[in-house]
């Protein structure tokens, strides 16, 4: 089955910095990518995902990048503010009816001021 | 917008009791999914379900089983509750091949 890695476990930066996390998964098959960030209490919310017929995907300060040949893709967030202080999950998928998502182990974000 | 809705937030039973874990979706979605939340270990996938009475098992299915008799309700059974199944619990829904899931809010179990 997917195995997805994600790093760092924790990430610290200072407001205004970028943050990057980063996931490799397992199964070739898989073509969905999401990303989910999850604020202290409350649930996983999705932020952007990316399919494997695109190679980067932007909206507004976060964006995310996908290579499939290393079966790898990224988080990249720019001008953090507190507001982005969060867990942030990552998972992949093969996107086909009666398949699940299986997500990495998760990246707290702390951005201070 | 979409709706999951867990029937608890917060649960205390204990050890060797039954427990029902309930989610109920309103988007009529073919796709349920319980996960199970702990620090460090990210989200793992207990069972899912991609249709009525039809169930598959995740990763971590042991101690657990689920029921799925309406499109709009998935259920996650602790058939004998144990300490180590204390535990936040998410359930989640998606519709047919679209994977983009939509969480409940969570239930945090603690077994005594």
């Known amino acids: 089955g997917e195995n997805v890695e994600q790093h760092p476990s924790t990430l610290s930066v200072q407001e205004g910095d970028s943050a990057v996390i980063k996931c490799t998964y397992s199964?070739?098959?898989?073509?969905?990518f999401p990303w989910y960030k999850q604020e202290l209490g409350k649930r996983p919310q999705l932020i952007i995902d990316i399919r494997s017929n695109v190679g980067e995907k932007k909206d507004q300060r976060i964006a995310v990048t996908l290579n499939k040949t290393a079966k790898h893709f990224s988080l990249h967030i720019t001008e953090t503010q507190p507001e982005d202080s969060a867990v942030y999950f990552c998972?992949?998928?093969?996107?086909?009816?009666?398949?699940?998502?299986?997500f990495g182990k998760g990246t707290t974000l702390s951005v201070s001021s | 917008d979409v709706k999951v809705t867990q029937s608890s937030r917060y649960l205390v039973k204990r050890t060797g009791e039954k427990v029902f874990l309930e989610c109920v979706q309103d988007m009529d979605h073919e796709n349920m999914f319980w996960y199970r939340q702990d620090p460090g270990l990210g989200l793992r996938l207990i069972y899912f379900?991609?249709?009525?009475?039809?169930?598959e098992k995740g990763d971590i299915p042991e101690g657990y089983s689920v029921s799925r008799e309406k499109k709009e309700r998935f259920s996650l059974i602790l058939e004998s509750a144990s300490t180590n199944q204390t535990s936040m619990y998410l359930c989640?829904?998606?519709?047919?091949?679209?994977?983009?899931?939509?969480f409940g809010q969570g239930t945090r179990l603690t077994v005594v």
């Open positions: 379900s991609y249709d009525v009475k039809m169930k």
């Open positions: 989640a829904s998606s519709l047919g091949d679209r994977v983009k899931a939509f």
């Open positions: 998972a992949a998928s093969t996107n086909q009816a009666g398949t699940a998502l299986i």
């Open positions: 199964d070739s098959a898989s073509n969905y």
